[in-house]
């Protein structure tokens, strides 16, 4: 009997350890794969919640919560993108207390992002180029991430049922971060990056973000990534500045 769990061990302990093997992976080969996974998106939509919950010391500190929606499509060599949402601020300064609302509207329409926010009442807009990461793909995010990050690849997770790479990320500059590390979990089967997690120096989460309600090949109508800025407000166009 004694033999038989020696064994059952050994062999609980050899499976787990070639698996572990077969589920690493370099960040050029998770790279190569979230790439081909993304080319084969045409459009989604998803609900997202951000959480910040940072302890500035002195009884200063800073909670938010924001939650939206994000609609994705791609047309042609374009990516279209939306993304409203809704946050709640509380700031802790000096003993006062302050709470905000606001709501923002990101919309590019492949050549352009515009940005329409609204804060105590008041709304402006903003035209800017369209950012390159909100396309999704692998290449792109890897490369800004270790712009100021070593990043490496842990073992793989699941996260809502779903396979997931997980990438953390540790700023190069530990002074300058308010993170001191990032873990990002991304979906195998379609490069969506589904969950983030933020944590300071003392190790506590001080950040988080997740993707929910995912639907792939989502029918979204054309005029959601038209942009059109409210009567009275003034579009502050970026793109004329010199050097844009």
Known sequence: ?????????????????????????????????????????????????????IDMGGGN???????????????????????DNKANTVTSMGGQETKTESTAAIISDGDFMYTLGEEG???HAIKSPAEPSIAGDAKTMF???????????????KVDGADCYVIEATPKDKTAAPMSKTVVYLRKDNAL????????????????????????????????????????????????????
């Open 1 to 53: 009997m004694q033999r038989m769990f020696r064994q059952l061990g050994i062999a609980i302990g050899c499976g787990l350890f070639f698996s572990s093997l077969a589920s690493a992976a370099t960040v050029e080969e998770v790279q190569k794969v979230l790439e081909d996974a993304r080319a084969k998106v045409k459009s989604y939509t998803a609900k997202t919640k951000m959480t910040q919950d």
């Open 61 to 83: 500190k800073m909670q938010s919560t924001m939650e939206g929606t994000i609609e994705w499509m791609r047309k042609g060599d374009k990516v279209l993108y939306r993304n």
């Open 121 to 123: 009442g008041e709304k």
């Open 143 to 157: 490369e800004a991430m270790q712009k100021d990050s070593n990043i490496k690849v842990l073992p793989d997770e």
């Open 193 to 244: 990056n589904v969950k983030n997690e933020g944590f300071d120096a003392a190790g506590k989460k001080i950040f988080s973000s997740q993707t929910t309600d995912i639907k792939l090949n989502a029918v979204i109508p054309a005029d959601h990534f038209v942009f059109k800025a409210p009567a009275g407000v003034e579009l502050m166009d970026l793109t004329k500045q010199p050097g844009k």
